[in-house]
């Protein structure tokens, strides 16, 4: 049916107020699942420094003596000394005078909105240094200062598919491991992996992957308990997924990241990591040069890996 001739509608009036609802819907990964579960500590200077130790291996017969046999003094038990650069995390962002003057839906300051938008950005920009395979980096000329990350520390307890070699710390600088063939994602792999840091006194409780390897990981045959019991005239639940996986040497709570890990499951003893903070986060406004806002958000942090023989990783996986 035509709509009656000459009738007001709102295809012709002019003055209809638009419907924007008064709040912005974002969708995004916030998380910082490893810089928020490590330790920290307090840097001095932007090459920051510490030291490791470790015991000789162990012997039935080495240290037995005879009865009334004079002392003989074994080799000292010395430390290693390692350290990593802090890398300055920087950006900085304007609002016009006339945005902020104006009546907006979702938020009463654009500035207000723009600060907490970059914060979030810029820890998300450190979480995937930190947790990731990294080199550390002098700085030099137009070089920036840059932190190793976890996966390029690990040397002692590592699974890597062929052609894959470790980094590790040398020199004074931590190199980037080199990637591997892919290979598939097993529970043969991480077994291995927890043995080994067992054997060099490591007790890893947190395994960090990302999202397509954490449901592999949940199909693990030695998940257990995927039924819950059920009592009365209750609905079953089937729960498709794990979060924590009993190994023969500890539970490990299983983490995914939803966007620093791509091809690594790194096994982590969070208590022997570290970020080491020369500055904090700081929101500092910029001159002002014209009709608008300037400001700037600043930190310089680095990855203290206290010892990398508490952590593992499987490596190359598909």
Known sequence: MAAPTNAVTTLVSFGNREDLEDVIHRVAPEETPFISNIGTSKAA???HEWQTETLRSPSATSSIALEGNDATQSAGNLTSRVGNYCQLNQDSRGVSGTQEAVDKAGRKSELN???ILLGLELKRDLEMR???NFASVAESGGTTRKSAGLLGWLTSNTSRGAGGANGGFSAG????ATNGTQR???ESLVRTVLSSCFTNG?????AYMGPAHKQLFSQFTGIANIRKEVTGAKMATIVGAADVYVSDFGNLTLIPHPYGLTRDCALVDPDMAAVGTLRGWSTDPLAKTGDSEKFQITAEKTLVMRNEKAH???ADLT
């Not at 600088?173 to 980037?176: D, I």
């Not at 490591?202 to 947190?206: A, D, K, L």
């Open 45 to 47: 200077a932007i090459y």
């Open 312 to 314: 593992g990783v499987v």
């Open 202 to 206: 490591g007790r890893p409780s947190q």
């Open 184 to 186: 598939s994602f097993t």
């Open 173 to 176: 600088v931590v190199s980037a």
């Open 130 to 132: 930190l947790i990731g």
């Open 113 to 115: 909105r723009q600060k």
